[in-house]
C-alpha cells in the first residue's frame, strides 16, 4: 500500500509580501533644496535673466506683488527681466528662513525674507523688507525646480 494515496495536499499559503518603507530623504532633501535657493538667489543678485529662469520648472507659476500671475516662460521672462530693467534696484539678498520637504519627498516648500534697495521718490533710496513662499518640485534627475513662487512687501 501506497501512504498518503488518496489524500489530499493542503497547498502551503505564500508567504506575506515585505511593505518596504520608503526611505525618507528629507533631511538631504532639505539640505538641497537649500543649496539650489542660495545658488539662486546669487543668479538673481547678478541679475542674470537666463540662469535666474533656469531655475523655473516648465509649469511654474510665479506670483509677484503688484502684478498678474505669470504662468508662461515668456511670462517669467519678461517679469524677471523688466525686473532686471529697473533703475536703481542693488544689494538684493535674501534668507531662507524655514525649509518643509514632503514625505514623499517630491515636493518642499521655502520661506524666507530678503531685502533690497529701490529708487525712491525724488532719488532717495529706501531699503525694503519682503517675504516669500516657493514650491519646489525634484526632477527626475534629483535636482529641484521651483513650481510656485510668491513674495510681498512687509508694508
Not at 539650489?36 to 541679475?47: D, F, L, T, V
Not at 529708487?119 to 535636482?143: C, H
Amino acid at each position: 500500500m501506497l501512504a498518503g494515496c488518496g489524500t489530499a495536499q493542503t497547498p502551503t499559503p505564500p508567504a506575506p509580501a515585505l511593505v518596504q518603507t520608503p526611505i525618507d530623504t528629507r533631511a538631504q532633501d532639505e539640505i538641497a533644496v537649500r543649496k539650489a535657493s542660495a545658488e539662486w538667489g546669487r543668479m538673481i543678485a547678478q541679475k542674470a535673466l537666463d540662469p535666474t529662469l533656469a531655475y523655473y520648472a516648465d509649469d511654474a507659476w510665479v506670483s509677484p506683488q503688484g502684478a498678474p500671475i505669470a504662468t508662461t516662460t515668456e511670462q517669467r521672462r519678461k517679469l524677471w527681466a523688466d525686473f532686471f530693467a529697473t533703475p536703481g534696484v542693488a544689494d538684493t539678498a535674501g534668507e531662507t528662513t524655514r525649509v518643509e520637504v514632503a514625505r514623499s519627498g517630491d515636493l518642499a516648500v521655502e520661506y524666507g525674507t530678503f531685502t533690497e534697495t529701490l529708487p525712491g521718490k525724488r532719488g532717495a533710496r529706501s531699503t525694503v523688507t519682503e517675504k516669500y513662499m516657493t514650491t519646489w518640485r525634484k526632477q527626475p534627475d534629483g535636482s529641484w525646480k521651483v513650481i510656485g513662487d510668491i513674495w510681498n512687501r512687509d508694508h
